[in-house]
């Protein structure tokens, strides 16, 4: 009985350290995530969560440390949404967790460095800006010009035309600098999250919670 008790033991011990032997995820190591949540500076504010989910396996030395589908939770730390004239609007996130298939949940230390949407960039501290001027700028401007010109044509003739268009380019102007330009980060969009120290795959850096899914894998890509 006694030696029994002691195989038992010896068994236990064994999984024990098996499950706290993994070799942690490098520092470093990119993550390709796709964002399950749809995050906007007009509509979020800081501490609103956020969840998205891993769209490669992350391998180290042949062993899938994290699977593809593990879920990624994190949270908004900045929402900025200056006028036109004041500079680019930002939203800064900043994740927190995965959580394996399985239910468990390992903290994570990552930066955005990444996204898959165009005219757009991510600053060094893992901010999303959004884009600049763009197409409806010009049509906003645009149309500021045309409506000075017909007022003007209608009132004054020629010279009336010359002149409504100069207010109007000026309006137009002003009204575009007095707008508020939007980030959005929509869902579906392709986070690129690096790691800033190493991932930890033991008992220490874990919690049990529910969620789901998987991991991530090497590449570039910050701005």
Do not use: C
């Amino acid at each position: 009985m006694k030696k029994f008790a002691f195989l038992s033991s010896l068994l236990l011990l064994a999984s024990m350290m098996a499950g706290q032997s993994s070799a942690p995820v490098p520092a470093g190591t990119v993550l390709m995530v796709r964002l399950e949540t749809t995050l906007a500076t007009f509509s979020n504010r800081p501490g609103d969560p956020f969840r998205g989910s891993i769209n490669q396996p992350v391998t180290v030395h042949g062993e899938t440390l994290i699977p593809a589908g593990a879920v990624i939770e994190g949270r908004v730390t900045k929402v900025s949404e200056p006028r036109r004239i004041s500079g680019r609007p930002t939203l800064g996130i900043l994740p927190e967790a995965v959580i394996f298939p399985n239910g468990q949940r390992y903290y994570l230390d990552a930066t955005l460095t990444d996204t898959n949407i165009p005219g757009t960039s991510v600053n060094d501290e893992g901010q999303f800006k959004g884009s600049g001027h763009d197409h409806r700028d010009t049509l906003e401007t645009g149309g500021g010009v045309a409506g000075g010109m017909l007022i003007g044509g209608l009132v004054g003739g020629p010279p009336g035309i010359l002149v409504g268009g100069l207010i109007g380019a000026g309006s137009g102007t002003g009204f575009w600098l007095a707008q508020h330009r939007s980030a959005i980060l929509p869902a579906g969009t392709e986070l690129t999250l690096e790691l800033n120290r190493p991932l930890a795959m033991n008992g220490t850096n874990a919690t049990t919670n529910a969620p789901t899914t998987t991991a991530a894998s090497a590449g570039s890509g910050g701005k």
